[in-house]
């Protein structure tokens, strides 16, 4: 259950909202365009209440009623789609996921993704655009999904392939970490700016310039 503002980001053009569910305090996130009210659910990853509490909380952020328009999942670890399934057939909007993992999601939650998602893929909403980077390595699919604010700094959705102080798990795989650290570096670091704002799956975010100077690092420590 929420216990703080959902507020992440009060942007030009758009609000950011996230909360915290499940034990693993997975993060899901709510974009909503300020005048269009067009929204974007990134991971319902549990606690389908919370979740309706996040779109409430959202509900006057824009002049007129909010719409859900996709929930976008991340990747196909169950820690991240457990409510997917009910705010899905409870919302009737499209579901997107990396091409990659689309299959093993719906084999755990019965859910057909609508939108199977690669490197570069862009979807449109209504005032806003959503990037997917496909992102090897963490799952075969995961996907980061990026936003370009137009009046401030990028934000990066990164799912579990990348955190404050390293990259996502890669269970001690070496191919399996060459391939994220290498689509992380190449993908991510450089092709945005210092300024861009990291939003991982759990815990807290930081930034790109934040983490810039451990990469070598994380290449050298092999996780």
């Not at 365009?33 to 509490?53: F, N, S």
């Not at 955190?163 to 689509?183: H, I, M, Q, V």
Request: aromatic letters at 6%; glycine letters at 8%.
């Amino acid at each position: 259950m929420s216990t703080h503002n959902t507020l992440l980001h009060d942007l030009a053009e758009v609000t950011i909202r996230s909360v915290s569910v499940s034990a693993m305090a997975n993060n899901a996130y709510l974009i909503t365009h300020r005048q269009t009210g067009a929204q974007v659910l990134i991971d319902a990853a549990d606690d389908a209440p919370a979740l309706r509490r996040l779109l409430a909380d959202a509900a006057h952020d824009a002049p007129v009623p909010p719409k859900l328009a996709l929930i976008a999942t991340t990747h196909q670890h169950w820690d991240h789609i457990r409510a997917l399934r009910e705010l899905a057939e409870e919302t009737g909007v499209r579901t997107a996921a990396g091409t990659d993992d689309a299959e093993g999601i719906r084999e755990q939650v019965g859910v057909a993704i609508d939108v199977r998602l690669d490197h570069g893929d862009v979807g449109n909403f209504e005032g806003f655009d959503l990037t997917a980077i496909h992102l090897r390595g963490h799952t075969p699919g995961s996907i980061a999904y990026v936003y370009r604010d137009p009046a401030g700094p990028t934000h990066i959705f990164s799912g579990d392939s990348l955190f404050p102080g390293g990259l996502g798990n890669t269970e001690k795989d070496p191919e399996r970490f060459a391939s994220l650290y290498d689509d992380v570096v190449n993908r991510l670091f450089d092709c945005y700016p210092d300024d861009t704002l990291v939003h991982p799956g759990h815990g807290d975010g930081t930034t790109l310039g934040a983490e810039r100077p451990h990469l070598q690092e994380w290449r050298d420590r092999g996780w």
